[in-house]
């Protein structure tokens, strides 16, 4: 079974960049969809980001769209996600996710395996 290790993450200040790195333990981690959720204090889990098991088209939600950039490296068993111009309500709790789907309609996919969290700030 695939489970992922969480890394990156931190404290930036707005319009700064962190990186967030997602590695998976199991074979058939480059069979599967892998993406990003967040969860703010008081505010329901959202779907990020995800990216389809080849080379397909990524998913955004509208929020980091042209701000957010998901990409995974098959071979070291890793997805990444660079967050640029970070604005303060990007603060939230991040969990990597692993899935057989990746689309419109992430934020109620089925997950596999889901990453510890990794907190991020961002301050004014």
């Known amino acids: 079974e695939v489970q992922l290790v969480q890394s990156g993450g931190g404290m930036a200040q707005d319009g700064g960049s962190l990186t967030l790195s997602c590695t998976g333990v199991?074979?058939?981690?480059?069979?599967?969809?892998l993406g990003w959720f967040r969860q703010a204090p008081g505010k329901e889990r959202e779907a990020v980001s995800c990216i389809s098991q080849g080379v397909g088209p990524s998913y955004y939600s509208d929020s980091v769209k042209g701000r957010f950039h998901i990409a995974r490296h098959n071979a070291k068993n890793t997805v990444y996600l660079q967050m640029d111009s970070l604005k303060p309500e990007d603060t939230a709790v991040y969990y990597c996710?692993?899935?057989?789907?990746?689309?419109?309609?992430?934020?109620?996919?089925?997950?596999?395996?889901w990453g510890l969290g990794t907190q991020v700030t961002v301050t004014t």
């Open positions: 996710a692993a899935s057989e789907f990746c689309g419109s309609g992430y934020d109620t996919a089925p997950v596999k395996s």
């Open positions: 199991g074979f058939t981690f480059e069979d599967l969809s």
